[in-house]
């Protein structure tokens, strides 16, 4: 059983460049959601989705954009990557309705903007 | 502004001894509550939650309190292993929500020293 992964686990990039984080998850959650860590923020909420062809926006979206076409993907896109998008995105997911408010966490994409 | 605080960046526990997390939150719309549990380059782990209709909740070595009027909570473990040093996140959320995410403290770094 996979549950959730995202790649690449590491990326450097540079100023400016288009930058796609991919999550994928084996559960059939309804719900997925993108992190970001940051020293000093603890985990912000980037973007979230409800179901397919369904997202909406979290704390820190800005710069950001996100798909869900089907429920199994939910790809993050820098469009124009910046040296403050250096951090580490964490991708969830949730199940819907009675698995309550519990998310599962992907292991992670260190992203590094030169 | 901090919805969800945990004041103590780190703590030093004896093992065998019981360690206490503190965390503390703002929003009185927040009624389920989740502690996680993160290692150096993996993703959050799930410990435990506790919803706002209840006290108290058990799980082996980890419980939780809530005390609603003073919007706070405190993870116990008991006793404290080697294994249980890491990174402890605090999150809340309005479980009636819908797909909102997690809104995470900062964490406390727990350090557990033989």
């Known amino acids: 059983d996979a549950g959730i992964t995202q790649s690449p686990r590491y990326k450097i990039t540079e100023t400016g460049r288009q930058v796609t984080l991919m999550c994928h998850q084996t559960w059939s959650h309804s719900y997925m959601f993108w992190y970001r860590q940051d020293l000093g923020h603890g985990l912000r909420l980037i973007y979230y989705?409800?179901?397919?062809?369904?997202?909406d926006k979290g704390e820190v979206p800005d710069g950001y954009v996100v798909s869900r076409s089907k429920t199994e993907n939910f790809p993050l896109t820098l469009e124009s990557a910046t040296r403050s998008q250096t951090s580490v995105y964490f991708c969830?997911?949730?199940?819907?309705?009675?698995?309550?408010?519990?998310?599962?966490f992907g292991p992670g994409t260190r992203l590094t903007v030169l | 502004d901090q919805q969800v605080k945990q004041n103590s960046p780190s703590l030093s526990v004896q093992e065998g001894r019981i360690s206490i997390l503190n965390c503390d939150y703002t929003?009185?719309?927040?009624?389920?509550f989740l502690w996680y549990k993160k290692y150096p380059a993996e993703g959050p782990t799930f410990l435990i939650s506790i919803s706002s209709i209840k006290d108290k909740n058990e799980d082996g070595r980890f419980t939780v309190f809530l005390n609603k009027s003073a919007k706070h909570l405190s993870l116990h473990i008991v006793p404290s292993q080697p294994g249980d040093s890491a990174v402890y996140f605090c999150?809340?959320?309005?479980?009636?929500?819908?797909?909102?995410?997690?809104?995470f403290g900062k964490g406390t770094h727990l350090i557990i020293q033989p």
């Open positions: 989705s409800a179901a397919a062809d369904i997202t």
């Open positions: 969830a997911s949730r199940l819907a309705g009675g698995g309550g408010d519990t998310q599962y």
């Open positions: 999150a809340a959320t309005e479980s009636g929500g819908g797909a909102d995410g997690l809104t």
């Open positions: 929003n009185s719309m927040f009624d389920y």
